[in-house]
């Protein structure tokens, strides 16, 4: 009986030190309704003030020595998480260093998402108002009618809040404190007709008021049976106010009925039987047998690009709808998502669904409902769609599982192909690992055979890889060459352009140049708010910070000594577009990158508009660099290939090669032998040297090796304290307590689990938005007496007055140090 009554929640807004699950008594009116995975309102504090939190499990705990509080109102008429995804949150929540409810609410479309609305009622008769209002200038602003105002509303109108008066009016009982919680999206209806008497009496009827609209709307709803408010004015002219005299008699009957708001339909192509090669069979054959083995299982696809990975997913896709379950797809960049999505949804139809930031947040949110319904088993998305409500769930596809995309650097901070894995074993569903360069931490899994690998080592229906140029870009400029497009590169584009064909050039870098420098004193413009230098953009003539969004325009000559001789350092996409349209003035641009892919729909825009050969040249960042492929690309370009290759990061060769690797691998998809220029100023460092030849077990080699001297990733886990303030001293005297707490720590209680401390060092932009930012690390391995040992400190961080300003944070293996 004590389990009906009683549940245990998890609060929104909790601190870290205060996470845990509160036991709340379920009211009479509520019983029934409360469940674990559904939201509800609770008086939480000593100030009884109104959470939203979330039903975890029934029954309470028999330890907890606090007067229970009884629920005050159920959000959700059914769970927003089931079994399987509450288990998740908490798993997150164990391993990620985050509390229960931002793991929940991780895992819900924003549409579902609640805001509160705080307010203030009175409560006192007028005419004492009145007398009060010389005394408690927040009392003039309720009158005789309007006794209810929002806490906005009092701070649009009396610039601050007054907080002591408000605290004094509540206690004497002047005003009441409230709280509402409303929907950021409600569930989409349409308004539909239907005859409601029989069709002779309703035709008798019509025919007595000798109206033809209404003879005409009982007709075609008569052969119809029932359609839309829109489509039965349409089809019979009849207005709204004859439609309403219609209901008001009887003759019609009207409801509202659900409806879902669906992405813009492409122009899809006809669906395809997939005819594999034997080597693409022979992997299918034995990730079929993994996937009906009913027990949780991973395998790594490793194929060169052009090789046909997508068309195994295809047919593991089928398979596992023929047995009743669903699938997910993940894809890194939301720029891969128009193109994967015309192939599922030829191949799948409206069993397809779309997940991922550029659609509204009523489309995910519909899109969302359909998951759960189970009406759509295949949903193609980007990181966050890992958390998708797929019912029965059989295969999850991690394409291009390498990049960097699918690791979370906001709160909860999660690795998708951790959760992926999670969730597989979870639902005893296959994990399918798809890439042309695989990250070295899932080759390595599969090396030290956790699971089965299966290579693609040719490119489909047999063609040829592309050939790869390396253009030495040292000395050109003393010999009066200052384009960014070297010798090398514009022959071979010249002649690319003579045949017919199509390029795509890589820059990783957007804007017009890196830096604005002045030549007589050395100025540089920074961002005011972070430690970075800012970025020209000559599109709109400012100088903007890719960081925290600050812009301000081009000053005419420079701050400091005054002189108009400012010149541009480096080169983005904006002056490289600048500087095609000049080297080929017959030639069309596309720029795809931040800048042109804002608002919504531009990513597929952008890409049909190459696809149907209205431009030559597509030229972007790192959103063309992987899953793009298009029959008549005959040339790839690498501007730049040096930018990253030395980042002080220990995956910066990784991530090089990885890009190299993809982008070079867009080229001759189809029967014409594809080239590729790969521009730098080190033409014989050993990484560039392996992307050109995409030998990826090579590269591979080297890599482990150096990753294990370092104790990186795989070879040991990094885990990263991060603390931020807007005062430099603060962080580092927070860092500096943690780090002796722990080697404190370590030297007793924790005397198994004794690893160095590195730190306190600066992130590698030390000051974002006027917070600065330092670390600790650790390598260490993972298990029990990680979690105690890290939980413990943010616990007691957090509950330490002494550090109040300062956030801390941890971070695992984290993409950039």
């Not at 606090?66 to 949150?89: F, G, M, N, W």
């Not at 319904?373 to 769930?393: C, D, E, H, K, M």
């Not at 002649?495 to 390029?503: I, L, P, V």
Request: glycine share 6%.
């Amino acid at each position: 009986m004590q389990t009906q009554t009683v549940c245990r929640v998890a609060i929104s807004g909790a601190s870290y030190g205060f996470d845990k699950l509160y036991d709340y008594d379920i009211p009479a009116q509520w019983a029934g309704q409360v469940q674990p995975g559904v939201r509800v309102i609770v008086p939480f504090g000593r100030g009884s003030h109104t959470r939203e939190a979330m039903v975890v499990r029934m029954g309470c705990d028999p330890h907890a020595e606090y007067e229970r509080k009884a629920i005050v109102q159920v959000l959700d008429t059914q769970p927003v998480l089931d079994s399987h995804l509450l288990r998740l949150a908490a798993h997150m929540c164990s391993t990620l260093f985050c509390t229960f409810y931002d793991c929940a609410r991780s895992m819900l479309p924003a549409g579902l998402w609640f805001r509160k609305t705080e307010q203030y009622t009175l409560d006192v008769a007028e005419q004492q108002r009145a007398e009060l209002a010389e005394d408690f200038a927040v009392l003039q602003l309720f009158t005789r009618r309007k006794r209810t105002i929002s806490v906005k509303e009092m701070e649009k109108k009396l610039g601050t809040l007054p907080e002591a008066d408000l605290k004094e009016l509540c206690q004497n009982g002047i005003l009441h404190p409230t709280s509402e919680f409303d929907r950021r999206v409600n569930d989409k209806t349409i308004t539909m007709y239907g005859l409601g008497m029989p069709e002779d009496t309703a035709w008798e009827l019509a025919e007595r008021g000798k109206s033809p609209v209404r003879m005409e709307v009982v007709s075609v709803l008569a052969h119809e049976g029932q359609l839309s408010r829109n489509d039965l004015k349409y089809m019979t002219g009849a207005s709204d106010g004859v439609l309403r005299a219609m209901v008001q008699k009887g003759l019609l009957q009207k409801w509202e009925e659900e409806t879902f708001r669906l992405p813009e339909r492409l122009e899809l192509p006809e669906k395809q039987t997939y005819l594999l090669s034997p080597s693409q069979q022979e992997a299918y054959d034995h990730m079929e047998q993994l996937l009906l083995s009913q027990k949780p299982e991973a395998a790594l696809l490793y194929g060169v690009t052009g090789s046909g990975k997508t068309a195994v997913y295809i047919r593991l896709i089928e398979r596992t709808l023929q047995e009743g379950r669903s699938a997910i797809v993940l894809v890194p960049e939301i720029g891969l998502t128009p193109q994967f999505i015309r192939r599922f949804m030829a191949q799948f139809g409206d069993c397809t669904a779309v997940l991922h930031s550029a659609l509204s947040i009523g489309e995910r949110y519909d899109s969302w409902k359909r998951i759960r319904s189970g009406a759509a088993r295949v949903i193609v998305g980007t990181r966050s769609a890992v958390f998708a409500p797929a019912q029965n769930l059989g295969l999850i596809v991690l394409d291009e599982e390498q990049d960097d995309a699918y690791k979370s650097e906001n709160n909860p901070r999660y690795h998708a192909r951790d959760i992926a894995k999670y969730r597989a074993m979870q639902e005893n569903a296959l994990v399918v690992f798809g890439s042309a360069t695989p990250s070295v931490e899932t080759y390595y899994g599969a090396e030290q055979g956790k699971y089965p690998m299966f290579t693609l080592r040719n490119r489909y229906a047999g063609a040829a890889l592309p050939e790869v140029t390396i253009a030495d870009m040292r000395g050109l400029t003393r010999q009066g060459y200052t384009s960014a497009v070297g010798p090398v590169l514009r022959q071979k584009m010249e002649q690319c352009f003579a045949q017919g064909k199509q390029c795509i050039l890589f820059l990783n870098r957007r804007g017009a140049a890196k830096q604005v420098t002045c030549t007589a004193c050395g100025w540089t413009p920074e961002c005011p708010s972070c430690s970075v230098s800012m970025t020209y953009h000559s599109v709109n003539h400012r100088l903007m910070c890719h960081y925290c969004g600050h812009s301000t325009p081009l000053p005419q000559c420079c701050p400091v000594c005054g002189s108009t001789h400012l010149k541009t350092d480096g080169i983005g996409t904006q002056q490289l577009e600048t500087e095609l349209l000049e080297l080929f003035p017959e030639c069309r641009v596309l720029r795809m990158d931040a800048d042109t892919t804002g608002t919504k729909g531009s990513h597929a825009r952008l890409l049909e508009q190459f696809a149907q050969g209205e431009a030559d040249i597509l030229l972007g960042t790192q959103m063309v660099t992987k899953g793009l492929d298009f029959d008549n690309v005959s040339l790839v370009g690498i501007i730049d290939a040096d930018q990253s290759l030395f980042a002080q990061d220990y995956r910066a060769r990784e991530r090089t090669f990885s890009l190299l690797t993809q982008v070079v691998g867009r080229a001759g998809r189809r029967d014409t032998r594809g080239q590729a220029v790969i521009q730098t100023y080190c033409p014989e460092h050993a990484v560039l040297l392996h992307a050109a030849r995409q030998d990826y077990e090579r590269f591979y080699e080297t890599e482990i090796e150096l990753r294990k001297a370092l104790q990186c990733p795989p070879a040991a886990q990094i885990v990263v304290l991060t603390a931020a303030a807007e005062k430099e001293r603060d962080v580092l005297e927070a860092l500096v307590a943690v780090r002796e707490r722990m080697e404190s720590l370590m030297a007793g209680q924790f005397a198994d689990f004794c690893y160095p401390i590195l730190g306190p060092a600066p992130a590698a932009i030390v000051r974002v938005q006027n917070r600065y930012r330092y670390h600790l690390s650790i390598r260490c391995p993972e298990g029990r007496r990680r979690r105690e040992l890290i939980g413990g400190i943010l616990r007691e961080f957090s509950a330490n007055p002494r550090f109040r300003g300062v956030t801390l944070y941890a971070d695992i293996n984290p993409m950039h140090l």
